[in-house]
């Protein structure tokens, strides 16, 4: 089946710092969304991707659909100690698909 | 008040119980869906529903069932639970007007059976 291979898996970083994340699969998908997961929560929609190439913000995070339709990156600039959490990709594949794959999480550290 | 909603938040029970985890969503869409989420292994979708009395199975879907009797509410039953049924439980919804449109997750419900 389709896979998402998310790396990385885990992340320290210190505050302030810029973070960068990504997803890729040998399959072509047809848009991919951003989840920010906190303890105790469910995921949360950070950014929504649509088309080929288009790169879109949120703040300080900012992500981009690949060319290929095969990956995804998401950036945070200037992280801060709120962006700990678990992020997660996930793509839908087809016209008319309805079924999310989701990769497997990046966990993120910040270090005041 | 959530969007979406799910109970209990938590629960522990024992193997061979039947157990009905609820969901119900104030967002007004039609599209309904039942994860599973376990340690480094991402969100794994069980059943979804995309109108009432409408149910699909997942790629999980093997030892629970799912109702959906109202559009705002779709039920998932363990009929008889084993240990390693013990997982997060995400309920989520979207909007079919908006084809491959976000998917809207409630808060998740802790389950473990012993």
């Known amino acids: 089946g389709q896979q998402l291979n998310q790396s990385p898996q885990s992340m320290f970083i210190q505050e302030g710092e810029d973070v960068s994340m990504n997803c890729t699969s040998s399959?072509?998908?047809?848009?991919w969304l951003w989840y920010k997961q906190d303890p105790g929560e469910g995921p949360v929609l950070l950014i929504a991707?649509?088309?080929?190439?288009e790169l879109t913000s949120n703040g300080r995070l900012t992500a981009q659909f690949g060319i290929t339709r095969k990956d995804s990156f998401l950036n945070i600039s200037a992280s801060i100690p709120s962006d700990v959490g678990i992020y997660f990709c996930?793509?839908?594949?087809?016209?008319?698909?309805?079924?999310?794959?989701f990769g497997k999480g990046t966990k993120l550290s910040v270090i005041p | 008040d959530a969007d979406v909603t799910q109970t209990p938040r938590n629960r522990i029970t024992k193997t061979g119980k039947r157990i009905m985890l609820e969901c119900s969503q104030t967002?007004?869409?039609?599209?309904m869906y039942w994860y599973r989420q376990d340690p480094g292994l991402g969100l794994r979708l069980i059943y979804y529903?995309?109108?009432?009395?409408?149910?699909n199975k997942g790629e999980i879907s093997d030892g629970y069932s799912v109702s959906r009797q109202a559009q705002a509410k779709f039920s998932l039953s363990l009929e008889s639970a084993i240990p390693n049924q013990t997982a997060l439980y995400f309920c989520?919804?979207?909007?079919?007007?908006?084809?491959?449109?976000?998917?809207?997750f409630g808060d998740g419900t802790r389950l473990s059976i012993l």
């Open positions: 399959s072509i998908f047809n848009t």
């Open positions: 967002k007004g869409h039609d599209r």
């Open positions: 529903s995309f109108d009432v009395k409408d149910i």
């Open positions: 996930a793509a839908y594949s087809g016209a008319g698909s309805y079924q999310l794959t």
């Open positions: 991707l649509y088309k080929a190439g």
């Open positions: 989520a919804t979207s909007d079919s007007g908006l084809p491959r449109g976000p998917q809207h």
